[in-house]
T-cell receptor
Framework: AQSVTQLGSHVSVSEGALVLLRCNYS??????LFWYVQYPNQGLQLLLK??????LVKGINGFEAEFKKSETSFHLTKPSAHMSDAAEYFC??????????FGTGTRLQVFP | DGGITQSPKYLFRKEGQNVTLSCEQN?????MYWYRQDPGQGLRLIYY???????QKGDIAEGYSVSREKKESFPLTVTSAQKNPTAFYLC?????????????FGPGTRLTVT
């Protein structure tokens, strides 16, 4: 069965610091992987997705993620955090279907 | 503008009452989904529908019901049988086979039952 693990339910960084949000998946076949962002009391917005093309995926708002098959990881990074990046981030996986399996989310706090 | 609308944004009900949450999309997507979100638990799938007049239970369907009479609409009813209905409910849609799992989300409805 597919599953997604997000390490760290809360991550805090200073403005301008590197953002690293971790996501590991379990899968017996190559997955499709997604990162979504959720601002308070809003729906989810797609940040980026991996669908078996380039392993380094660039998304919106300066975020990127790298698919590493050997580590079964899809960590989300941003070189320099901005106050507006404070939100909850969800990693999700699907396998040739449109059903998504979500991780439990990581809340990012950015301090001035 | 294409998108998904959910109404109302906030909903309050007394225990024992059924309540229906609205979800409408104008993206011409065939598939629609309902999720429940609780703090620290991520999103859990309640029901999904891949085509009009057909729907399947997700992981936590007990105490919920849905209908899919029109492509654009997928209302969710939270029945009195749902033991803990207070939560944030999210509706989503996708175009099967094209997005490889990519789903588009509505703004959500926060339901409070007292």
């Amino acid at each position: 069965a597919q599953s997604v693990t997000q390490l760290g339910s809360h991550v805090s960084v200073s403005e301008g610091a590197l953002v690293l949000l971790r996501c590991n998946y379990s899968s017996s076949v190559p997955p499709y992987l997604f990162w979504y962002v959720q601002y308070p009391n809003q729906g989810l917005q797609l940040l980026l997705k991996y669908t078996s093309a380039a392993t380094l995926v660039k998304g919106i708002n300066g975020f990127e993620a790298e698919f590493k098959k050997s580590e079964t990881s899809f960590h989300l990074t941003k070189p320099s955090a901005h106050m507006s990046d404070a939100a909850e981030y969800f990693c999700a996986v699907s396998h040739y279907t449109d059903k998504l399996i979500f991780g439990t989310g990581t809340r990012l706090q950015v301090f001035p | 503008d294409g998108g998904i609308t959910q109404s109302p944004k906030y909903l309050f009900r007394k225990e024992g009452q059924n309540v229906t949450l609205s979800c409408e999309q104008n993206l011409n997507h065939d598939a629609m989904y309902w999720y429940r979100q609780d703090p620290g638990q991520g999103l859990r799938l309640i029901y999904y529908s891949q085509i009009v007049n057909d729907f399947q239970k997700g992981d936590i369907a007990e105490g919920y019901s849905v209908s899919r009479e029109k492509k654009e609409s997928f209302p969710l009813t939270v029945t009195s049988a749902q033991k803990n209905p207070t939560a944030f409910y999210l509706c989503a849609s996708s175009s099967p086979g094209q997005g490889k799992g990519e789903q588009y989300f509505g703004p959500g409805t926060r339901l409070t039952v007292t």
